[in-house]
């Protein structure tokens, strides 16, 4: 088997400011779509509300026009 081979400071330094990098571009990137997916949750939620409650009236309607005296 071949013995490792010793790896650059240079490249050592490259690939941890790379990794370092990464990790505070990605937290900038999550703290700036938090809001917007909070935000689009909210209203996905009013939305799922007034589509229930349409539902809901239009599933009486149905009722009470099945119950009809004049069948």
Do not use: F, N
Request: aromatic share 4%; glycine share 2%; proline share 6%.
């Amino acid at each position: 088997m071949v013995p490792p081979v010793a790896v650059s400071p240079l490249i050592k330094t490259a690939r941890y400011s790379a990794l370092i990098a990464g990790i505070i571009y990605g937290k900038r990137r999550y703290d700036q779509l938090k809001p917007i997916a909070a935000e689009e949750r909210r209203v996905e939620e009013e939305e799922k509300k007034v589509r229930e409650e349409q539902e809901r009236i239009a599933k009486a309607i149905a009722e009470a026009s099945e119950e009809s005296i004049l069948k």
